[in-house]
Protein backbone atom coordinates (compact mmCIF):
# COMPACT_ATOMS: atom_id res chain seq x y z
CA UNK A 1 0.00 0.00 0.00
CA UNK A 2 2.77 2.48 0.62
CA UNK A 3 4.43 1.07 -2.60
CA UNK A 4 1.75 2.07 -4.53
CA UNK A 5 1.03 5.41 -2.50
CA UNK A 6 4.40 6.65 -2.97
CA UNK A 7 4.15 5.71 -7.19
CA UNK A 8 1.42 8.03 -7.08
CA UNK A 9 2.43 10.79 -5.33
CA UNK A 10 2.31 13.19 -8.05
CA UNK A 11 -0.56 12.53 -9.57
CA UNK A 12 -1.64 12.92 -5.75
CA UNK A 13 0.15 16.17 -5.78
CA UNK A 14 -1.62 17.38 -8.73
CA UNK A 15 -4.73 16.43 -7.97
CA UNK A 16 -4.40 17.94 -4.72
CA UNK A 17 -5.91 21.64 -5.38
CA UNK A 18 -8.62 20.20 -7.12
CA UNK A 19 -9.42 17.94 -4.20
CA UNK A 20 -9.30 20.89 -1.85
CA UNK A 21 -11.27 23.43 -3.70
CA UNK A 22 -14.00 20.50 -4.15
CA UNK A 23 -14.37 19.95 -0.31
CA UNK A 24 -14.04 23.59 0.71
CA UNK A 25 -15.77 25.33 -2.03
CA UNK A 26 -18.23 22.77 -3.82
CA UNK A 27 -18.50 19.84 -0.66
CA UNK A 28 -19.02 21.58 2.39
CA UNK A 29 -21.22 24.62 1.05
CA UNK A 30 -23.67 21.74 -0.08
CA UNK A 31 -23.53 20.16 2.94
CA UNK A 32 -24.45 23.13 4.58
CA UNK A 33 -26.86 24.09 2.89
CA UNK A 34 -29.30 21.13 2.99
CA UNK A 35 -28.41 21.20 6.93
CA UNK A 36 -29.47 25.36 6.27
CA UNK A 37 -32.84 24.10 4.66
CA UNK A 38 -34.47 22.28 7.80
CA UNK A 39 -33.76 25.44 9.47
CA UNK A 40 -35.29 28.82 9.93
CA UNK A 41 -31.96 30.47 9.45
CA UNK A 42 -32.01 34.03 8.90
CA UNK A 43 -28.17 35.22 8.63
CA UNK A 44 -29.41 38.81 10.31
CA UNK A 45 -30.81 36.83 13.70
CA UNK A 46 -28.22 34.05 13.78
CA UNK A 47 -28.86 33.18 17.01
CA UNK A 48 -32.57 32.37 16.44
CA UNK A 49 -32.25 29.65 14.14
CA UNK A 50 -34.21 26.52 15.28
CA UNK A 51 -34.64 23.05 13.27
CA UNK A 52 -38.00 23.18 11.74
CA UNK A 53 -37.76 19.99 9.60
CA UNK A 54 -39.49 19.99 6.77
CA UNK A 55 -40.69 23.36 7.58
CA UNK A 56 -39.04 25.19 4.74
CA UNK A 57 -40.64 22.49 1.69
CA UNK A 58 -44.06 22.17 3.16
CA UNK A 59 -44.00 26.61 2.63
CA UNK A 60 -43.36 26.10 -1.34
CA UNK A 61 -46.99 24.27 -1.58
CA UNK A 62 -48.56 25.31 1.00
CA UNK A 63 -52.04 27.12 1.07
CA UNK A 64 -52.42 28.47 4.34
CA UNK A 65 -50.66 29.11 7.36
CA UNK A 66 -49.14 26.03 9.19
CA UNK A 67 -47.39 25.15 12.05
CA UNK A 68 -43.88 23.48 12.08
CA UNK A 69 -42.30 21.21 14.49
CA UNK A 70 -40.55 23.92 16.21
CA UNK A 71 -44.27 25.58 17.22
CA UNK A 72 -43.28 27.98 15.03
CA UNK A 73 -46.08 29.74 12.12
CA UNK A 74 -44.76 29.96 8.81
CA UNK A 75 -46.78 31.73 5.72
CA UNK A 76 -46.88 30.14 2.48
CA UNK A 77 -44.82 31.28 -0.55
CA UNK A 78 -47.49 32.53 -3.10
CA UNK A 79 -45.08 32.97 -5.62
CA UNK A 80 -43.32 29.76 -5.82
CA UNK A 81 -45.56 28.18 -8.03
CA UNK A 82 -45.56 31.36 -10.42
CA UNK A 83 -41.89 31.38 -10.17
CA UNK A 84 -42.03 27.31 -10.63
CA UNK A 85 -44.15 28.05 -14.10
CA UNK A 86 -42.45 31.22 -15.63
CA UNK A 87 -39.40 29.02 -15.31
CA UNK A 88 -40.91 25.94 -17.11
CA UNK A 89 -42.13 27.75 -19.76
CA UNK A 90 -38.42 29.41 -20.40
CA UNK A 91 -37.49 26.29 -20.80
CA UNK A 92 -39.27 24.54 -23.06
CA UNK A 93 -39.87 27.63 -25.07
CA UNK A 94 -36.18 28.50 -25.21
CA UNK A 95 -34.35 24.90 -25.45
CA UNK A 96 -35.40 23.93 -28.67
CA UNK A 97 -36.02 26.88 -30.51
CA UNK A 98 -32.19 27.59 -29.76
CA UNK A 99 -31.34 24.33 -30.78
CA UNK A 100 -33.24 24.07 -33.94
CA UNK A 101 -31.55 27.86 -34.63
CA UNK A 102 -27.99 26.37 -33.48
CA UNK A 103 -28.25 22.95 -36.07
CA UNK A 104 -29.94 25.19 -38.96
CA UNK A 105 -26.66 27.42 -38.66
CA UNK A 106 -24.20 24.80 -38.24
CA UNK A 107 -25.60 22.88 -40.82
CA UNK A 108 -25.65 26.32 -43.12
CA UNK A 109 -21.40 27.23 -41.22
CA UNK A 110 -20.91 23.66 -42.95
CA UNK A 111 -20.89 24.10 -46.39
CA UNK A 112 -17.88 25.27 -48.15
CA UNK A 113 -18.46 29.06 -48.32
CA UNK A 114 -15.81 32.03 -49.05
CA UNK A 115 -14.85 33.47 -45.63
CA UNK A 116 -16.90 30.91 -43.79
CA UNK A 117 -14.29 31.19 -40.94
CA UNK A 118 -14.73 34.67 -40.29
CA UNK A 119 -18.86 33.99 -40.10
CA UNK A 120 -18.29 31.45 -37.73
CA UNK A 121 -16.18 33.58 -35.41
CA UNK A 122 -18.95 36.24 -35.54
CA UNK A 123 -21.70 33.75 -34.72
CA UNK A 124 -19.55 32.53 -31.57
CA UNK A 125 -19.53 36.29 -29.88
CA UNK A 126 -23.03 36.46 -28.68
CA UNK A 127 -22.44 33.28 -26.56
CA UNK A 128 -19.44 34.99 -25.17
CA UNK A 129 -21.11 38.26 -24.35
CA UNK A 130 -24.80 37.17 -23.65
CA UNK A 131 -24.33 36.26 -20.30
CA UNK A 132 -22.97 39.56 -19.32
CA UNK A 133 -24.36 42.42 -17.16
CA UNK A 134 -24.06 45.01 -19.66
CA UNK A 135 -25.98 42.73 -22.70
CA UNK A 136 -28.67 42.61 -20.18
CA UNK A 137 -28.93 46.30 -19.92
CA UNK A 138 -28.81 46.53 -23.23
CA UNK A 139 -31.64 44.15 -23.97
CA UNK A 140 -33.24 46.42 -22.07
CA UNK A 141 -32.85 49.19 -23.62
CA UNK A 142 -33.65 47.80 -26.98
CA UNK A 143 -37.28 46.41 -25.97
CA UNK A 144 -38.43 49.51 -24.05
CA UNK A 145 -41.26 51.41 -25.28
CA UNK A 146 -38.97 53.77 -26.96
CA UNK A 147 -36.35 51.98 -27.64
CA UNK A 148 -34.94 50.83 -30.51
CA UNK A 149 -37.08 47.84 -31.81
CA UNK A 150 -40.17 50.08 -31.27
CA UNK A 151 -38.24 53.05 -33.20
CA UNK A 152 -37.10 50.19 -36.46
CA UNK A 153 -41.17 48.76 -36.54
CA UNK A 154 -42.85 52.87 -36.21
CA UNK A 155 -40.49 53.06 -39.67
CA UNK A 156 -42.75 50.55 -41.15
CA UNK A 157 -45.73 52.25 -40.06
CA UNK A 158 -46.49 50.41 -36.89
CA UNK A 159 -47.79 52.49 -34.12
CA UNK A 160 -49.09 51.98 -30.51
CA UNK A 161 -46.34 49.58 -29.72
CA UNK A 162 -45.87 48.15 -26.30
CA UNK A 163 -42.93 48.36 -23.81
CA UNK A 164 -41.87 44.92 -24.32
CA UNK A 165 -40.10 44.67 -21.17
CA UNK A 166 -42.32 46.16 -19.40
CA UNK A 167 -45.45 44.50 -20.92
CA UNK A 168 -46.18 40.92 -19.00
CA UNK A 169 -47.30 39.25 -22.68
CA UNK A 170 -44.30 39.46 -24.04
CA UNK A 171 -41.46 40.52 -21.27
CA UNK A 172 -40.46 36.63 -21.03
CA UNK A 173 -40.62 36.31 -24.97
CA UNK A 174 -37.97 38.85 -24.94
CA UNK A 175 -35.43 37.18 -22.43
CA UNK A 176 -36.39 33.86 -25.05
CA UNK A 177 -34.91 35.59 -27.77
CA UNK A 178 -31.84 36.74 -25.76
CA UNK A 179 -31.58 33.21 -24.78
CA UNK A 180 -31.78 32.05 -28.55
CA UNK A 181 -29.48 34.64 -30.06
CA UNK A 182 -26.76 32.90 -27.81
CA UNK A 183 -27.20 30.01 -29.88
CA UNK A 184 -22.80 29.87 -30.56
CA UNK A 185 -21.74 27.19 -28.19
CA UNK A 186 -24.12 24.96 -29.25
CA UNK A 187 -23.35 25.64 -32.91
CA UNK A 188 -20.07 24.74 -33.02
CA UNK A 189 -20.79 21.31 -30.97
CA UNK A 190 -23.33 20.71 -33.46
CA UNK A 191 -20.79 21.64 -36.27
CA UNK A 192 -18.04 19.24 -34.79
CA UNK A 193 -20.59 16.45 -34.95
CA UNK A 194 -21.26 17.20 -38.69
CA UNK A 195 -17.74 17.08 -39.46
CA UNK A 196 -18.09 13.54 -38.02
CA UNK A 197 -20.25 11.88 -40.43
CA UNK A 198 -18.80 10.36 -43.42
CA UNK A 199 -19.20 12.30 -46.62
CA UNK A 200 -19.76 8.30 -48.48
CA UNK A 201 -23.65 8.93 -46.96
CA UNK A 202 -24.25 11.76 -48.60
CA UNK A 203 -22.61 10.55 -51.72
CA UNK A 204 -24.91 7.24 -51.94
CA UNK A 205 -27.91 9.11 -51.22
CA UNK A 206 -27.23 11.40 -54.04
CA UNK A 207 -26.99 8.10 -56.21
CA UNK A 208 -30.12 7.34 -55.08
CA UNK A 209 -32.03 10.40 -55.76
CA UNK A 210 -32.00 11.64 -52.23
CA UNK A 211 -32.44 15.53 -52.36
CA UNK A 212 -31.23 17.54 -49.85
CA UNK A 213 -34.46 17.50 -47.35
CA UNK A 214 -34.45 13.81 -47.67
CA UNK A 215 -30.60 13.68 -46.50
CA UNK A 216 -31.12 15.96 -43.86
CA UNK A 217 -33.76 14.16 -41.47
CA UNK A 218 -32.33 10.56 -43.01
CA UNK A 219 -28.71 10.90 -42.16
CA UNK A 220 -27.89 14.77 -40.77
CA UNK A 221 -30.28 14.31 -37.86
CA UNK A 222 -29.35 10.53 -36.96
CA UNK A 223 -25.79 11.02 -36.93
CA UNK A 224 -26.08 14.03 -34.81
CA UNK A 225 -28.23 12.89 -32.30
CA UNK A 226 -25.65 11.86 -29.60
CA UNK A 227 -24.80 15.41 -30.18
CA UNK A 228 -28.68 16.37 -29.97
CA UNK A 229 -28.55 14.58 -26.62
CA UNK A 230 -25.79 16.78 -25.78
CA UNK A 231 -26.39 20.04 -26.06
CA UNK A 232 -29.90 19.55 -24.85
CA UNK A 233 -28.91 18.29 -21.33
CA UNK A 234 -26.42 20.99 -21.03
CA UNK A 235 -28.75 23.69 -22.65
CA UNK A 236 -31.37 22.28 -20.24
CA UNK A 237 -29.06 22.94 -16.87
CA UNK A 238 -28.22 26.09 -17.97
CA UNK A 239 -31.88 27.51 -18.85
CA UNK A 240 -32.71 26.28 -15.42
CA UNK A 241 -30.46 28.46 -13.70
CA UNK A 242 -30.72 31.70 -15.93
CA UNK A 243 -30.44 34.61 -13.61
CA UNK A 244 -28.46 37.54 -14.94
CA UNK A 245 -30.63 38.30 -17.71
CA UNK A 246 -33.62 37.87 -15.18
CA UNK A 247 -32.51 40.06 -12.56
CA UNK A 248 -31.40 43.06 -15.02
CA UNK A 249 -33.95 43.06 -17.42
CA UNK A 250 -37.33 42.27 -14.83
CA UNK A 251 -35.30 45.36 -12.52
CA UNK A 252 -34.83 42.90 -9.94
CA UNK A 253 -38.00 42.00 -8.84
CA UNK A 254 -39.43 39.25 -11.36
CA UNK A 255 -40.37 42.49 -13.86
CA UNK A 256 -44.85 43.58 -14.38
CA UNK A 257 -46.86 41.05 -12.18
CA UNK A 258 -44.20 38.40 -12.02
CA UNK A 259 -44.09 37.75 -15.54
CA UNK A 260 -39.96 37.31 -15.52
CA UNK A 261 -39.80 35.68 -12.21
CA UNK A 262 -37.58 32.76 -12.71
CA UNK A 263 -36.83 30.44 -10.28
CA UNK A 264 -33.25 31.75 -9.22
CA UNK A 265 -34.48 34.74 -9.10
CA UNK A 266 -37.07 34.11 -6.71
CA UNK A 267 -34.72 31.93 -4.89
CA UNK A 268 -32.35 35.04 -4.95
CA UNK A 269 -34.63 37.51 -3.49
CA UNK A 270 -35.84 35.60 -0.82
CA UNK A 271 -32.27 34.04 0.82
CA UNK A 272 -30.45 37.93 -0.14
CA UNK A 273 -33.87 40.27 0.58
CA UNK A 274 -35.75 38.45 2.72
CA UNK A 275 -32.46 36.96 4.42
CA UNK A 276 -34.46 33.62 4.85
CA UNK A 277 -31.56 31.54 3.56
CA UNK A 278 -32.64 28.58 5.55
CA UNK A 279 -36.04 28.46 2.92
CA UNK A 280 -33.29 29.60 0.11
CA UNK A 281 -31.43 26.69 0.64
CA UNK A 282 -34.34 24.05 0.32
CA UNK A 283 -35.28 26.02 -3.13
CA UNK A 284 -31.76 25.28 -3.93
CA UNK A 285 -31.75 21.93 -3.29
CA UNK A 286 -35.64 21.28 -4.91
CA UNK A 287 -33.89 22.93 -8.19
CA UNK A 288 -31.38 20.28 -7.80
CA UNK A 289 -33.47 17.41 -7.72
CA UNK A 290 -35.72 19.16 -10.24
CA UNK A 291 -32.71 19.38 -12.57
CA UNK A 292 -31.68 15.87 -12.08
CA UNK A 293 -35.13 14.43 -12.82
CA UNK A 294 -35.52 16.20 -16.38
CA UNK A 295 -31.82 14.84 -16.75
CA UNK A 296 -32.87 11.25 -16.01
CA UNK A 297 -35.66 11.62 -18.11
CA UNK A 298 -34.13 12.82 -21.02
CA UNK A 299 -31.13 10.18 -20.92
CA UNK A 300 -33.97 7.23 -20.30
CA UNK A 301 -35.69 8.56 -23.12
CA UNK A 302 -32.44 8.86 -25.48
CA UNK A 303 -32.40 4.98 -25.67
CA UNK A 304 -35.56 5.62 -28.16
CA UNK A 305 -34.06 7.92 -30.51
CA UNK A 306 -30.36 8.40 -30.01
CA UNK A 307 -28.28 6.54 -32.63
CA UNK A 308 -24.51 5.54 -32.01
CA UNK A 309 -24.01 4.38 -35.04
CA UNK A 310 -23.55 0.39 -33.67
CA UNK A 311 -26.88 -0.80 -33.84
CA UNK A 312 -28.28 0.58 -30.72
Do not use: C
Not at 126 to 144: C, D, M, N, Q, Y
Not at 228 to 237: A, C, R, T
Amino acid sequence: MNRRLKDNAVAYAFLLPWLLGFFALTLYPMLSSLQMSFTNYNFSKPDSTQFIGLGNYIKMFAKAPFETVAGTAMQPDKYYLKSLGVTFTYVFLSVPIKLVFALLVAVLMNQRLKGVGFYRAVYYIPTLLGGSVAIAVLWRKLFEKDGLINGVLGLFGFTDLPGWITNPKYALGTLVILTVWQFGSSMIIFLAGLKQIPQEYYEAASVDGAGPLRQFFSITIPGLTPIILFNLVMQMISAFQNFTQAYIIGGGKGGTMNSTLFYTLHLYIQGWSYREMGYASAMAWVLLVLIGAFTAIIFKSSNLWVSYGSGE
